[in-house]
């Protein structure tokens, strides 16, 4: 379904939700009174806005991801990289919409924050395994560059057999890299790396932040640490939105949201286990759904074809990695030395696809880390303040 079909819905959905919620109100004045003029008028119009910004971040990233199929950037880096950018700025307006408002404190606020704070918890061994899966890439970039280095000399009159034994040796090593083995994730985790150290390995003073999880273990599961995350998310009863003055709204929004960014995260990157058996049951209602929704279902699409069926990660520039260099390796076990003309010419052409891949790679696999090392921050910081703001309600001075 084309992005445009969403456009112009964002605001209606939830304004309905409002215009019932204080219809709700009106009918229920016994479960919670308003606490003063500007709470009751200005949180409504805050809650709107935040579903819009949710609904034109979905928006965004489809009309990104549905350009034309000959350069259809879905699970690219730069999509990728788009999602954390959005999902950074919903978070930081999730963060001022909710916490340190009075409504936390009481039920069945209390409750909902204490589940998406579990869930945020979890999402941070995600980010830890996805940070692996990027170094992996990392360490596949650098076989790319063992080829492009043997054959792709322009000092050299003519490629001879040393350099094509050179290219083939980081060709194997690659193929058999980027193999889908289940157990492969083991090796990364072995070599996980906490974000809260340099890249030195030099410990930092995490303080209060040393109970959070910073590294995934041998037997931790990708695909059952995003059922975890998805558990029991559903959306709110009407009770609870009246009860709460609309606020379990955002609290689910950015629950699935969050639930939405590392299963995406998950189906693009290699880590340990990976799966995509992650249901999305979002109410139509939600002017988010619908975006949402049709970028499950692409990349669901994405992950059953069959050149995809077998790839440690959905990357865009994974498969582009994995194509260019079969073909070129396929291309070298052909070849008979001395190397005719026309022969030299394929094997260029192949190596300068290879090079552009490898650049692209290059280019985009820091950003991306320093990305995800901010969400785990992130993550984090919301979650501290979520607990700090419960504490102070609970431990009045």
């Known amino acids: 379904m084309p992005a445009t079909d969403y456009q112009g819905t964002s605001s209606a959905p939830f304004a309905n939700i409002g215009r019932s919620i204080m219809s709700l109100r009106r009918d229920q004045v016994h479960v919670h009174s308003m606490e003063g003029s500007h709470d009751g008028a200005g949180h409504e119009v805050e809650l709107e806005a935040f579903q819009k910004q949710v609904a034109d971040m979905f928006q965004s990233l489809l009309a990104a991801a549905a350009s034309a199929s000959a350069n259809d950037e879905l699970l690219s880096l730069s999509w990728i990289r788009k999602l954390l950018d959005s999902f950074l700025s919903c978070q930081e307006e999730f963060r001022v919409l909710l916490y340190n408002k009075s409504q936390l404190l009481r039920p069945p606020m209390d409750r909902l924050i204490a589940d998406f704070n579990e869930r945020s918890v979890k999402a941070l061994d995600v980010c830890n395994a996805i940070r692996d899966g990027i170094e992996q890439i990392r360490q596949w ?225 820091d950003p991306l880390e320093r990305q995800v090392r901010e969400v785990f921050h992130r993550i984090v910081r919301g979650r501290t303040e979520g607990l700090d703001s419960l504490g102070r309600g609970h431990n009045p001075e």
Not at 183 to 194: E, F, I, K, M, P
Not at 232 to 259: C, E, H, K, Q, W
Not at 275 to 293: M, S
Not at 340 to 363: F, G, M, P, S
Request: net charge positive.
């Open 141 to 365: 970039e650098k076989l790319l560059e063992i080829v492009l280095c043997a054959l792709d000399n322009k000092n050299q009159r003519a490629l001879g057999e040393g350099q094509f034994r050179r290219a083939k040796k980081a060709l194997v090593d690659l193929a058999i890299g980027m193999l889908d083995d289940k157990d492969s994730g083991q090796t990364l985790a072995n070599r996980n790396r906490s974000f809260g150290r340099n890249k030195d390995h030099h410990h930092r003073s995490v303080g209060h932040f040393r109970s959070l999880s910073w590294s995934v273990s041998r037997s931790w599961s990708a695909a059952r640490q995003l059922q975890s995350i998805g558990s029991n998310l559903a959306a709110p009863r009407t009770n609870d939105i009246v009860a709460s003055n609309g606020f379990a709204v955002p609290v689910y929004t950015m629950g699935s949201v969050l639930l939405f960014v590392m299963w995406t995260l998950v189906a693009a990157i290699p880590c340990q286990d990976r799966g995509l058996q992650v249901h999305f049951n979002i109410p139509r209602h939600f002017a988010w759904a619908a975006p949402l929704n049709t970028l499950h279902e692409r990349i669901l699409e994405e992950s059953k074809k069959r050149e995809r069926k077998n790839a440690c990660g959905l990357l865009k520039e994974i498969y582009q990695m994995e194509k260019c260099s079969r073909l070129l390796s396929e291309l070298a076990d052909s070849v008979q030395f001395p190397l005719t003309e026309e022969k030299e010419v394929e094997v260029r052409q192949r190596v300068k696809e290879l090079a552009q891949v490898c650049e692209t790679i290059k280019e985009g696999l």
